[in-house]
């Protein structure tokens, strides 16, 4: 069987949808090709379940040429929205997709009642290829990173080796789901291990305020499957609401995850082995404003910002410790 699975973005979403692909290739032998933005192409390049990458630059409708030679027995969609119909449409070969659960997610953002089933993303993306005879094996997400990729830690600072340092994921794509900066620094300044801070370009100015002899600054230095390395290497991941995340995940690292306007509920959680919870979720609750968004915003909508200010420094820092 030849499948085309469709997900376009983003890290943390394209991460969530490894299982479908492993299953796929394992229990059924699929010859399996993958449709996502070209930005996202690197992260599932060196995947040795998956046969071929197609990748566009701003519209899928690119690549409609070269997908109708392909002649696939099925497509998987797990972005569904309209360009992913599109291209179901356009190719006309049968498919399947998940429940999104839009209208639940709507109504604990807008009105407070919380409808969601306890069904995390990676189960839901499973039912799309339930008819096909395939299941989750229980063996949780999957991250490979090209061996020219893996991080010398040594070369960046004597005070990282493996295992003896947290990795700080600064990056978020909404400032709503990120720690404030000043947060942050203090965070690190009662931290009693070394710290290796992750971020893009965008988060240099905050690595910056973040001073400290136990803090190393990788902010803006390394390339995304680098700071998978350095992730991988870590003892334990601070992380807020975003792709590292789910990559630490997928290397059963402990996880103390932040959560500020987004809430655990939405089924985006640490996915691990079945059997296996490695993560300790850190969050303000009984907020009315909470959530207020299903992705976040560039500034608190209420002014207030309490679902990250209102988060005990202390409490971050004690779940560190915690044996997980």
């Keep these: 069987m030849k499948v085309l699975i469709l997900r376009f973005s983003s890290i943390g979403d394209i991460v969530l949808t490894t299982p479908v692909i492993r299953c796929l290739k394992k229990q059924i032998g699929a010859e399996i090709h993958y449709l996502t933005k070209a930005q996202y192409a690197s992260i599932l390049e060196p995947n040795p379940y998956i046969d071929k990458v197609y990748s566009f630059q701003k519209d899928p409708g690119e690549v409609l040429p070269a997908l109708g030679k392909e002649r696939y027995d099925r ?81 960046h600072s004597e005070l990282l080796t493996a295992g003896n340092y947290t990795a700080f994921v600064l990056g978020a794509t909404h400032a709503t789901k990120r720690l404030p900066p000043l947060k942050a620094a203090e965070i690190c300044r009662k931290m009693d291990q070394p710290v290796a801070l992750l971020g893009g370009k965008q988060e240099e100015a905050t690595a910056k305020a973040i001073v400290g002899a136990n803090v190393v600054n990788l902010c803006g230095r390394l390339t995304l499957h680098q700071s998978a390395s350095v992730v991988r290497q870590s003892a334990v991941v601070l992380t807020h609401d975003t792709g590292l995340m789910h990559i630490a995940a997928a290397f059963r690292k402990p996880i103390v995850s932040v959560w500020g306007n987004t809430v655990p509920e939405f089924g985006m959680y640490p996915y691990y082995p079945a059997g296996t919870d490695k993560n300790t979720s850190v969050e303000v609750k009984g907020l009315s404003c909470r959530p207020c ?23 971050i820092v004690d779940a560190l410790h915690l044996p997980k």
């Design 75 to 155: 497509l998987i969609d797990l972005h569904k929205n309209l360009r992913s119909l599109r291209i179901k449409r356009a190719l006309g070969w049968p498919g399947s997709t998940f429940d999104k659960l839009n209208i639940e997610k709507w109504l604990l953002v807008n009105t407070g009642i919380n409808l969601l089933p306890h069904v995390h993303i990676v189960d839901r993306y499973m039912q799309a290829v339930r008819k096909l005879g395939v299941d989750n094996d229980g063996e949780g997400l999957d991250y490979f990173i090209p061996p020219d990729q893996e991080v010398d830690l040594q070369q």
């Design 293 to 315: 968004s299903k992705i976040g915003f560039e500034k608190c909508p209420k002014k207030h910002f309490r679902c990250m200010l209102d988060i005990p420094d202390q409490s």
